[in-house]
């Protein structure tokens, strides 16, 4: 597992900050989906390069503590308690605790019926309609959405040809099989956004982000490792994982 650990840490995601400091990427603005309680977005307030910041965050409990967080810096952020998801529709919440750590929210239930328990709905938007048209520049993307990324991206079609560069968090609540699944389909959604991986989790125990730069900002380099990244992870975790009996659910590593 030593050779696995060193290969996790050569071609692992290295952090959307880290990456945009280190490669001097022109964005000017960021969009922050699942911001916590502000902690993260605090790091990117304090880089002189995004000039506006929209973040997201549907639990009530972490929203609190990121409006306090970031109360003085409100000239930059825009904080809102919105569900993002592909389409308008009424979702219901399904906070996360333990493991999975406090102010965390799964919204993976939609309100069916109206003998549905509606004591947690919440209504949510795709991100085409919550983000303002005359948005200039380009931008970066953050999405921490517990799981409901492919949703949120599906919702995310106009706002994706302003991206330069985005980081995406995979599925993380399900058996790996499924979130393989799950990271495949966003790499097709963000390839046929013109967008080429160059950041993913290959430990075994960790499905954790997902890193994407737009076809405007990579070379023939970055092309040519994209496509090695893309048949490493594949090979590791549909096959030799598996084989390894690694983690069948992350929680196990």
């Not at 980081?167 to 963000?190: A, C, D, F, P, W």
Request: with cysteine; glycine share 6%.
């Amino acid at each position: 597992m030593r050779l696995l650990d060193r290969i996790y840490k050569m071609a692992s995601n290295p952090g959307l900050l880290e990456y945009i400091q280190s490669r001097n990427i022109d964005v000017e603005f960021l969009i922050e989906a699942g911001c916590h309680d502000g902690t993260d977005t605090l790091k990117f307030v304090s880089d002189r390069r995004f000039k506006k910041i929209y973040a997201f965050e549907p639990d009530s409990e972490a929203f609190e503590l990121a409006r306090l967080r970031l109360a003085n810096f409100l000239d930059i952020v825009t904080l809102k308690s919105v569900v993002l998801m592909d389409q308008a529709r009424e979702v219901i919440a399904h906070p996360l605790d333990g493991n999975f750590g406090t102010g965390s929210t799964i919204f993976n239930s939609f309100l069916e019926s109206s003998d549905q328990d509606t004591s947690r709905v919440m209504f949510a938007m795709p991100m085409d309609e919550v983000i303002p048209r005359d948005l200039s520049g380009k931008g970066a993307l953050w999405l921490d959405v517990e799981g409901a990324g492919l949703l949120v991206l599906r919702g995310s079609r106009r706002i994706l040809r302003q991206i330069a560069i985005a980081q995406i968090e995979v599925e993380m609540h399900n058996q790996s099989t499924k979130r393989l699944k799950n990271y495949l389909g966003i790499v097709r959604l963000m390839k046929d956004n013109d967008f080429y991986l160059v950041g993913a989790p290959l430990h075994p125990g960790y499905f954790g982000d997902v890193l994407f730069l737009s076809k405007g900002e990579v070379g023939f380099f970055i092309r040519l490792k994209s496509y090695c990244l893309q048949v490493l992870f594949i090979t590791l975790h549909a096959f030799i994982y598996p084989m390894l009996r690694k983690p069948r659910n992350f929680l196990d590593s």
